[in-house]
């Protein structure tokens, strides 16, 4: 196939052609325009209500834990990552294959859902395995802990030895490192892979400010982490008394190479440290609010400056991997809280979910829109059912009505990597 025609084609959010065309050669877009393509290109057509755009970018996600779906879903956060996911990770390290097929059906799911590009985070390579057999496009990050650990040296020596072992295992793959949270892994530890991450160049990616416990934990050393942490006599390890945000801020761990996961519990005085330090964040706005945590003040982060992107998180935490139900529950939930609309459009919603993520991972330049010379990663939505007419807008289609099952056509790289009635 050369070439991609639809009744409309959203080149980057806010710019439509209706209709329009993509053509590719060699995996690259060679050219965007409206009308229809020339006879001799090779076309898939799609439909009278089909709408091709950038492939989906999610900014935050768990392959491996395809399996964890449903495990908590009644747990509020504590209790869900202490006594629903971490047994249930535990179990599954004794499981052969365990992790192999959860990772393989996150994948097929997010492919699936529109999704081209993912940032996947996990302390084991399966996600990696099973974004290459789908042909899906990502940055790995390989997830450090160090909180059950009781000494910072003797884990960073034996965590070490694995991250250097990464290149080789990973062959070339996209990586990064995910010190995965300020409490789950403690701050000289944190610093420490930061410094690696930055001396080799690479990304970090973690959850930060996801909960209150962890606000209240870091900022006075009370609530159940830390309870949890004295219990273990490990509360000498951390750095109490500032938040979650401005501790990393103190130790130089904020940077425009960090993608901050969450950020919930933020304050207008961590908002200004993201701001002035160029962090992107990942917005999981499903997650934070099926484990009972809040909404993320992504109004005011977005007029401090701050990219913010979208994730979904884990199936574990938030259900899916659907990217449409991000988009939506970002803008309800800023239109609910702010009482306003202005900004917070569908528009919106899709240049993060497209273009923001392609930013935060450091991949502006070669995903995110459609245009020539960029990776030929696009995804086409069938909008044909009796649900999504009338037709005014297509971005409103797109954002408000479509659903994982519109999605007709999958490219990456200028490849399909996904029809619809192939289900894997
Ligand atoms: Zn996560």
Redesign the pocket.
């Known amino acids: 196939m050369d070439a991609i025609a639809a009744a409309h084609v959203i080149t980057r959010s806010g710019v439509v052609l209706s209709p329009g065309w993509v053509g590719f050669e060699d995996g690259r877009i060679r050219e965007v325009a409206e009308g229809s393509p020339p006879a001799e290109l090779e076309t898939h057509r799609g439909g009278p209500h089909s709408v091709l755009m950038p492939g989906l970018v999610n900014a935050?996600a768990?392959l491996a834990l395809g399996g964890l779906r449903h495990v908590a879903d009644d747990l509020s956060f504590v209790d869900w990552i202490l006594s629903g996911l971490m047994p249930a990770i535990e179990a599954g390290v004794r499981r052969d294959g365990f992790f192999e097929a959860g990772a393989l059906a996150s994948a097929n799911e997010l492919l699936a859902g529109g999704v081209t590009t993912v940032a996947d985070?996990f302390f084991r390579l399966e996600g990696v395995a099973a974004m290459r057999k789908v042909g899906l496009k990502g940055v790995f990050f390989r997830e450090v802990f160090g909180s059950a650990a009781t000494d910072d040296r003797e884990y960073l020596e034996s965590v070490g030895r694995d991250l250097d072992l990464l290149d080789e295992g990973l062959g070339g793959f996209p990586y990064g490192y995910s010190p995965h949270s300020p409490w789950t892994c403690p701050p000289a530890v944190f610093e420490e892979i930061a410094k690696r991450a930055r001396r080799e160049e690479r990304r970090l990616s973690f959850?930060l400010a996801e909960s209150g416990a962890e606000h209240a934990f870091l900022t006075r050393g009370h609530g159940p982490i830390a309870e949890v942490t004295r219990e273990r006599d490990q509360l000498h390890r951390y750095d109490i008394g500032a938040t979650p945000t401005a501790a990393l801020n103190d130790r130089d761990i904020l940077g425009p190479d960090c993608i901050a996961?969450h950020c919930v519990q933020v304050t207008e005085e961590d908002i200004e440290l993201l701001a002035s330090s160029g962090v992107a964040v990942a917005h999981c706005p499903v997650s934070n609010m099926k484990l009972a945590e809040g909404i993320a003040p992504v109004a005011e982060m977005l007029d401090a400056g701050i990219e913010v992107a979208l994730g979904t998180?884990?199936v574990a935490?938030a259900g899916t991997l659907d990217m449409f139900s991000e988009m939506r529950a970002f803008l309800l939930t800023q239109r609910a809280v702010h009482r306003d609309i202005d900004r917070m459009t569908a528009s919106r919603a899709l240049d993060m979910a497209t273009r923001g993520g392609a930013f935060a991972l450091g991949l502006g330049e070669e995903i995110g829109t459609l245009e020539p010379g960029k990776a030929a990663d696009c995804t086409l939505i069938e909008a044909d059912r009796v649900r999504h007419g009338p037709w005014h807008d297509p971005e409103s289609v797109v954002v408000w009505t479509a659903t994982p099952d519109d999605v007709a056509l999958v490219t990456i790289d200028g490849q399909v990597r996904y029809r619809r009635g192939d289900r894997p």
């Open positions: 935050h768990h985070s959850h996961v998180d884990s935490s």
